[in-house]
């Protein structure tokens, strides 16, 4: 993690990293204000604040409460060496705790991360650099050997060499990758988790058998998403880029909107149209790109190759981003390699969106068969040593697909998890079922699972397979769980090439009677391809272009950002908007406008409902506001804070709307319930004369918004990038 300090006045210090600000000072008497703690003060309430949240997990997945649990820090200083201490952690624990949680909770303790960290001893590299910014060096941990050669089925170039290249092209964008988290709970399964120091919104994941392959992994899915404006998908870009030459790739064609409307006739094919538009409804302004928002420009789209012929197609950018998500999207050593990974990730979800929905039951892996891969039978022993029995499932459908599937039980929540992997080698298909099953989690996060079901209804609905998409942790049928299996075990093998293997997945394609269009980008200097099956690889269903699509952010963002300088006809006219929309009212801002504010403001945690709540009370209209103070209380997660000042809100509201009550007799005593700050706030936004309380003012420019301008920062490198290559 990057945390870059600021100099305030006389000894007081700012830290600054992700969405928080730290503030140290020093004792009055080392010449400091004592306006706040120390650095080592912090460093000392770091690791009994993470003893607390270790037992606080412990008792959560337990259910075991923790008001009569205590826990104290001391640190026993060596009189004869002040750097020699002793960290001294007592918990206090309620009599009638059992023995096991009493241990469990020590062990709990123990596994504290900033125990851990200091007992082994941190390094510390101390240097300067001429520009803190321009200083891009990967931050990764385990430099590769030179000298070392580590070659894994798949992979064109050893693991090493791999890394050195992907680092250097990150580097060259001047992009900081640091780890934030490693994970290894079973032999032979590592993951991680890296992100850009500078924008930690940018991160990925890798897994794999070792570390150096996981560190490829998330390298590659870094790249790849880089590459594929993921990182950006559904945000605004900004003025500066949304007015460029191009906004995101310099090959990329506006064409306008048809008469009435209609679709301009140079997007997509025949093929395509049949699929996006069955029923001939789909209007061209359905598919303005929401990064840009330049309805004048028209529908901005990119160029993708169809496999069948060879003919260029192009494909709205907004079609991509409402439908694709991250699926079918690849970085590799070279393009086969990139091509062999990004078609096993389509078969992979695919065949299990079927699995799911059909509700299917697999066939076990035989072990006779299981036992020809140790390293995976290992795993699995760790596994089920913990208390989790593994189900280990062939999931080709009889040998159609190259994909596999681990099932993991879990007897203390009731919970399940099945994990797909796909790839033409059977072994590496079940490695990455192992990998992926485990992939950035503890023990502990294996009880967050949902239980099976027989309600069908509920396993089919489209949202279910998105959650199943975005971590796997959507619903599974128990018929999956049958000892009956719908189709029989096939020991199966697609593997050859890459190139051999890349011809062998379209072949499957080819047979399914499935079209393949696909894009390459080469230009940050590792080959990543896009590849779009229509009707097979969407994650979010056709409809959602016509009825759940991003760009309805740009019917609201201008006026959202611009909200305390709106006069009342506009904020009439926004909120009648609003509601004529039918949107969900507990969306939040953030999803409906792709402005990411910092999740720890009042706009950060702003729902559409509590907008209107404000837009209410900005133009008076109190009966309403009180009706939507009683829904927001009823479904209220925003802060403790903000809750108070609703339900000061909704009192003032209730007395001034009551004819027989006087609102100067309740203040003093709604002043010492509230705090005189609050009430102050709350009078004078019930009043008209404090319009959005709590929300800062901000416009079109972004201005305070630094959360979103270092996602801005971060797509700007690679922006210019993409300009100096296409200038060349």
Sequence with gaps: MEIKVNFLDNLRLEARFDDFTVVTDQPIRYKGDGSAPSPFDYFLASSALCAAYFVRVYCLARDIPTENIRLSQNNIVDPENRYNQIFKIQVELPEDMSAKHREGILRAIDRCTVK????????????????????????????????????????DLPLEQTIANMTGILAGLGMKI????????????????????????????????????????????FIERLSCNFFYNDQFFGEQIANSAFVHYPDEKWFQLGPDDALPVEILDEYTRAIYDPEGELCGSNLIDTNSGKVERGIVSLPFVRQSDGEVVYFPSNLI????????MSAGNTLPEAQVQCLSEIFERAVKKQIIEEELALPDVPQAVLARYPAIVQGIAALEAQGFPVLVKDASLGGQFPVMCVALMN??????????????SFEVA????????LQGRSFEGLNDFP???????????????????????????????SSKADVDFCEWDFSGSNAEEVAALFGIL????????????????????????????????VEDLIWDNTNKALDYRADILNLHALDDDQLADLLDRLEESQIDEHMDIITLIGIEFDENTCWGQLTILELKLLINLALQQHEEALERVEMFQQFNDNTLERGLFYQAVGAVLEIVLDDELELDDFLFNL???????????????????????GLTPTSMQLEGLEKHQRLIESYQKLHAARAARAAM
């Design 451 to 481: 239980p099976p079901t027989f309600n069908s209804m509920a396993v089919t609905e489209p949202n279910n397979f998105v959650e199943h998409f975005i971590d796997s942790s959507g619903l599974v049928s128990w018929r999956f769980f």
């Design 411 to 424: 007897p203390k929540t009731g919970g399940v998890f099945a994990s797909f992997g796909a790839h033409p």
């Design 178 to 221: 640091e780890i934030a988290s490693w994970r290894n709970i079973v032999p032979h399964v590592w993951s991680l988790h890296i992100r850009d120091a500078a924008s930690p919104m940018c991160f990925t994941n890798g897994k794999g058998a070792t570390k150096e392959s996981a560190l490829c992994s998330a390298l590659g899915e």
């Design 116 to 155: 851990k960290v200091v007992q082994t001893n941190p390094e510390f590299q101390i240097e300067t650099v001429a520009n803190l910014d321009a200083d891009a060096q990967a931050l990764l941990l385990g430099k590769p050997d030179e000298a070392g050669a580590t070659w894994i089925e798949g992979k």
């Design 510 to 541: 080819d047979e399914m009677g499935k079209e393949s269009y696909m894009a390459v980008y080469e230009d940050l200097g590792a080959p990543v391809c896009r590849i779009l099956v229509p009707d097979y690889s969407e994650v979010y269903p």
């Design 321 to 328: 981003e409402n439908l694709y998500l991250s699926n079918g």
């Design 430 to 437: 079940l490695e990455r079922s192992l990998t992926e099953l």
């Design 671 to 693: 002043g010492r319930m509230f705090g005189e700050a609050t009430m102050a706030a709350v009078v004078g936004s019930v009043q008209g004369e404090i319009r959005f309380h």
